[in-house]
């Protein structure tokens, strides 16, 4: 969700892949709000092309 949000967003307000993106700025295309992480991490965002990250080490990832 936090990915198509960011890419919706990026479309509205024509963005590039390299522009930078923040979690403000993709909250209100994201169904419910910014998410939060089941294992305690935050999920964070930093460019259009760049997949969504977790803060939460040890092998937790997002599924690409």
Not at 10 to 15: P, R, S
Not at 22 to 41: F, H, M
Request: with cysteine.
């Amino acid at each position: 969700q936090i990915d198509g949000g960011k890419d919706q967003w990026a479309i509205e307000n024509n963005k590039v892949d390299t522009d930078t993106v923040t979690s403000a700025n993709v909250a209100d295309y994201v169904k419910g709000g910014w998410p939060d992480c089941p294992a305690a991490g935050t999920y964070g965002v930093t460019t259009v092309v760049n997949n969504p990250t977790c803060s939460r080490s040890g092998g937790h990832t997002l599924p690409n």
